[in-house]
């Protein structure tokens, strides 16, 4: 046992003493898909969006997991808050699979935003947020 910060810490191999033998991934990529435009009107097909954004992201890290709608608002350009529930897609990365697939990523996210009338459309990687607010043309 070792000391960090005052506390303890175990070092241990947790996929040894668990018996995971397919890797460790350090790095998860999330996305944000909305149920609403940037005026609040229901899209009307965010599960086709949620199912592409799993496949697209299982392909390349080899799963992907959706969490149940949560709730969540966002300030738009007038200054009111648009109330949605977003669907959280997450995927945990493989590799340089990912890295390699960056322009398919980049126009799922980009037509995301495009065909549905979005202000922005939210990412995270590497505990870090960011917004896609300008959509590369069709």
Not at 31 to 57: S, T
Not at 68 to 78: I, Q, S, T, Y
Request: with cysteine; aromatic share 10%.
């Amino acid at each position: 046992m070792a000391e960090q910060n005052g506390q303890d810490r175990i070092d241990i191999d947790l996929a040894a003493a668990l018996g995971a033998d397919a890797g460790v991934s350090a790095q998860c990529f999330t996305v944000y898909i909305p149920n609403k435009d940037r005026n609040g009107h229901e899209i009307g097909n965010q599960r086709k969006w949620v199912l592409e954004a799993i496949q697209l992201l299982s392909n390349l890290n080899g799963g992907a997991t959706a969490m149940p709608p949560v709730e969540g608002g966002w300030l738009a350009d007038d200054g009111n808050i648009v109330w949605e529930n977003p669907v959280v897609v997450y995927s945990f990365l493989l590799g340089d699979r990912f890295l390699q697939n960056l322009p398919r990523v980049r126009e799922f996210l980009h037509r995301l935003g495009r065909e549905t009338n979005q202000g922005e459309i939210a990412f995270e990687f590497a505990d870090r947020f960011y917004r896609i607010r300008t959509f590369d043309p069709a």
